[in-house]
């Protein structure tokens, strides 16, 4: 497949919108926390139950939020790879995990282009997430005399046992998704509880910043996926620690609702709770026709969420959604080749590539240069970087 045809791919609604979701709803996790200085709202259905403590007095610092966020705002974060690298493995033979989910699938279509590019060769093999497919499938890895092994969204407890025969041979493991992997060793995880924390910090930072001086906040979290609850643990610390007037609950929205029904909820949050100014979605798709949904219910709230749609980016067009972080998913899935050949021939990481922090970017209506349908990346020449970084042709 030709660079050009998965600059196209990459950004459809299917990857930008079920990424981070899909990742790491595959990946463990952990449970959010409480805070004193936060309320709790329990979504269920119809019924809405509250249990508020209210914030303690005490002016928002937004001057330091400001700060937090200024290196985010009209220009995406630095690329992940800055360093050349050394020595292309052209011999390499990687394995790539499939977990069998339609993200999996572009990942694996966005590095058999990267993989075109650099010269070596990436092996699909078909995982899935169930016990018994995840265990045949990493024996194949095992065996397959492969230089690398690429793992998206597939939970570390079902293969922990060949991860450690794969560390024993001395193959690197790179990870995307995969939440808990600290305790087995595997080096700079991308998209796992550092990223995760990275944009609760900065939403939150953001929603004080440029919504003060509105001071009742909820955060809408779907407790099913993992990488929400990091969120919010991130968002209640930095709100505490910043606005401590600010009042903040959370309400549930069930993973079912996604694409669906989750406007309806929110709505109904919302009525029981007018009192609310800001919204924290834990993922865009949560706001996927919340605009429409809103106006039609006479509400107003200021909104901020992470890895927006093209209909959310469309809705930012318009003008009908205030603000959205994005995340750089086609810089993602190169950077995973990248870090393989770099961990094959040993040279460490750096940068953000090291951090597992992908490239990010707030987005408000005027930043919606170009065409939603498409998707959002900070760098559009990325392939001809990668090219340039590893010494070949583009």
Do not use: H
């Amino acid at each position: 497949m030709s660079v050009s045809m998965f600059k196209r791919s990459v950004l459809t609604t299917l990857l930008v919108g079920v990424l981070v979701l899909g990742l790491a709803a595959c990946g463990g996790g952990s449970s959010s926390g409480s805070s004193d200085a936060t309320g709790e709202t329990e979504s269920t259905g119809s019924e809405t139950t509250i249990s508020e403590t209210g914030g303690s007095s005490g002016a928002a610092d937004v001057a330091a939020a400001k700060k937090v966020i200024a290196p985010y705002i009209g220009k995406p974060s630095p690329f992940p790879v800055s360093e050349k690298l050394k020595e292309v493995p052209t011999d390499a033979k990687i394995a790539y995990m499939n977990c069998g989910a339609p993200v999996c699938a572009i990942f694996y279509e966005g590095m058999s282009a990267a993989a075109k590019t650099m010269g070596v060769e990436v092996v699909n093999i078909k995982a899935g997430t169930a016990a018994n497919t995840v265990a045949s499938a990493f024996d194949t890895a095992v065996t397959g005399d492969f230089q690398a092994v690429v793992v998206t969204a597939i939970p570390i407890e079902l293969w922990s046992k060949q991860l450690k025969e794969l560390q024993a041979n001395e193959v690197p493991v790179i990870t995307t998704g995969v939440t808990g992997t600290e305790q087995y060793g595997v080096e700079s995880p991308q998209v796992a509880e550092p990223m995760d924390a990275f944009m609760g910090e900065l939403m939150a930072n953001y929603a004080i910043a440029e919504f003060s001086p509105s001071t009742n906040y909820v955060y809408y979290n779907v407790p099913e996926l993992p990488f929400s609850n990091l969120i919010e643990e991130k968002v209640k610390e930095v709100l505490s620690e910043k606005c401590p007037e600010c009042s903040l609950r959370t309400a549930k929205v069930p993973v079912a609702q996604l694409g669906n029904t989750a406007p309806n909820t929110v709505v109904s949050d919302l009525q029981a709770n007018p009192e609310t100014e800001v919204a924290i979605l834990s993922t865009e798709e949560i706001g996927i026709g919340l605009a429409p949904a809103l106006k039609t219910a006479g509400i107003e709230v200021k909104t901020i969420g992470q890895t927006p749609t093209p209909p959310n980016l469309e809705a930012l067009k318009k003008g009908e959604q205030t603000s959205a972080l994005g995340v750089d998913i086609a810089v993602l899935s190169w950077t995973l080749l990248d870090q393989a050949a770099r961990e094959i021939i040993g040279q460490p990481l750096s940068g953000s590539e090291a951090e597992g922090i992908s490239v990010v970017q707030f987005l408000t209506p005027e930043d919606i240069t170009f065409d939603p349908s498409k998707g959002w990346t900070g760098y559009p020449e990325f392939p001809e970087k990668f090219a340039g970084l590893w010494g070949v042709k583009g």
